[in-house]
Antibody, heavy 126, light 108 residues
Framework: QVQLVQSGAEVKKPGASVRISCKAS????????IHWVRQAPGQGLEWMGI????????NYAHRFQGGVTMTRDRSTNTVYMDLSSLTSEDTAVYYC???????????????????WGQGTLVTVSS | DIQMTQSPSSLSVSVGDRVTITCRAS??????LNWYQQKPGKAPKVLIY???SLQSGVPSRFSGSGSGTDFTLTISNLQPEDFATYYC??????????FGQGTKLEIK
């Protein structure tokens, strides 16, 4: 069965960096893009960016450019997200999610997130 | 970037009610619209994709409609397990996706 298993909770000081992992299983890793989504305490979902596990190319939301780096390791079917220069505003739960094609016509598909990781809480506090 | 606006932000409802949540896109997104349900402490779960397609395993009391800029999620005969927060999400401006701000269903 498809699973995305994320690394455990982290506590970091302001200015530090953190790496979160998302290990995929139950499907061909290189065939589905992975996205990262952030949820601050009591807030909504915020799209952060996407990585193509096959080629490794990425695309980040404007507000996260410069502070986020997404990478992948095809040998372990794992996607990583590095967050740098952490501030208290980065305290949040971070989710990885798999993009899957839903309804497809002859010209395009409608994509959605069909599987999610369990979430990783990152707490930034002095 | 495409902005998604949901209304209402919260709703007090009772078991058995029919609930309608709306989502408006800042520009036309055709039918590239998905709906998710999230319960406290859990990852979101897809209910509806491509505006109106019911995800496998999701009860038929959930339905979606709309195209272009205006979309609706309807829950008929609300059940106790449906009290949660619901988000719309557009995948038109791939790879840059975006979510609505969420609608929280609360018990009246």
């Amino acid at each position: 069965q498809v699973q995305l298993v994320q690394s455990g909770a982290e506590v970091k000081k302001p200015g530090a960096s953190v790496r979160i992992s998302c290990k995929a299983s139950g499907y061909t890793f290189t065939k589905y893009y992975i996205h990262w989504v952030r949820q601050a305490p009591g807030q909504g979902l915020e799209w952060m960016g996407i990585i193509n596990p096959s080629a490794g190319d990425t695309n980040y939301a404007h507000r996260f450019q410069g502070g986020v780096t997404m990478t992948r390791d095809r040998s372990t079917n794992t996607v990583y997200m590095d967050l740098s220069s952490l501030t208290s505003e980065d305290t949040a739960v971070y989710y990885c999610a798999r993009e899957s094609p839903g309804h497809c016509t002859s010209t395009s598909c409608r994509y959605y997130f069909d599987y999610w990781g369990q979430g990783t809480l990152v707490t930034v506090s002095s | 970037d495409i902005q998604m606006t949901q209304s209402p932000s919260s709703l007090s409802v009772s078991v058995g009610d029919r609930v309608t949540i709306t989502c408006r896109a800042s520009q036309s997104i055709s039918s590239h619209l998905n709906w998710y349900q999230q319960k406290p402490g859990k990852a979101p779960k897809v209910l509806i994709y491509a505006a109106s397609s019911l995800q496998s395993g999701v009860p038929s009391r959930f339905s979606g409609s709309g195209s272009g800029t205006d979309f609706t999620l309807t829950i008929s005969n609300l059940q106790p397990e449906d009290f949660a927060t619901y988000y719309c999400q557009q995948s038109y401006s791939a790879p840059r996706w975006s979510f609505g701000q969420g609608t929280k269903l609360e018990i009246k």
